[in-house]
């Protein structure tokens, strides 16, 4: 399994520019042969408290995405705004290689204004079982009863670490250690640039691999 991690520059509310960006990013990521090609949180809108107007964009971006997906028979994780009813939810994706929405998580770790998810699930591929959480997930009580229980191979963190902290530091990442070994599942996490960053965490919290700033990570 070869896994390219993408640290994207994202221009909160620009649909259109953040696109262009996605593609061209994408493309890179394809010169390296990759099974399966991550973005971070909501990367294709940004999101401002509390504007969820990024949200009436789900379906053009789902439709978008898939077609490159299905087109270079890659998976696709990524995060994005979904509207449902009178609320929205900061969701991620993973999309399968013939264009098809495999698996869609919900985020958990959210203030009141977002619907929050209650579940994780996991979807088998033909490297393994793969899960997503988003961000502050990682680090919310309930997410390590659901790891234990759907049990997956691997597990993706599309994340946003807004750039208003600095960038993530040594204590930051032995956080992220620290809750890769609780789940232990070997952990991707790709943030938004900026401050940019990626990081591949074994099932035993061991950090194997990290770039910085908009840097491609590819890890096989």
């Not at 996605?22 to 940004?46: K, M, Q, S, V, W």
């Not at 949200?55 to 028979?73: D, F, M, P, Q, T």
Request: negative net charge; hydrophobic residues 40%; proline residues 5%.
């Amino acid at each position: 399994m070869k896994v390219a991690l993408i640290p994207m520059n994202v221009e909160v509310g620009n649909f259109e520019t953040n696109w262009k960006e996605f593609e061209r990013r994408f493309n890179e990521a394809l010169t390296h042969g990759p099974d399966i090609i991550a973005f971070p949180e909501y990367c294709l809108t940004g999101f401002d408290e509390w504007d969820f107007s990024g949200a009436e964009l789900y379906g053009e971006i789902v439709k978008r995405v898939s077609a490159l997906a299905r087109e270079n028979s890659v998976y696709v994780i990524f995060g994005l705004l979904e509207p449902y009813k009178r609320c929205v939810y900061n969701s991620a994706l993973l999309i399968s290689r013939n264009g098809e929405v495999l698996l869609k998580h919900r985020k958990f770790q959210e203030p009141m204004k977002f619907c929050t998810g209650n579940t994780v699930r996991a979807a088998k591929t033909e490297f393994g079982k793969l899960a997503i959480i988003i961000c502050g997930d990682l680090y919310n009580k309930r997410i390590a009863k659901w790891i234990k229980r759907k049990k997956p191979d691997f597990i993706f963190v599309p994340m946003e670490y807004s750039p208003d902290y600095g960038e993530p530091n040594e204590e930051d990442v032995k956080a992220m250690s620290e809750r890769a070994e609780l789940l232990g599942v070997k952990t991707f996490v790709v943030n938004s640039s900026p401050p940019g960053g990626a990081w591949v965490f074994d099932e035993d919290g061991e950090l194997l691999t990290y770039v910085t700033g908009d840097e491609l990570l590819v890890w096989e």
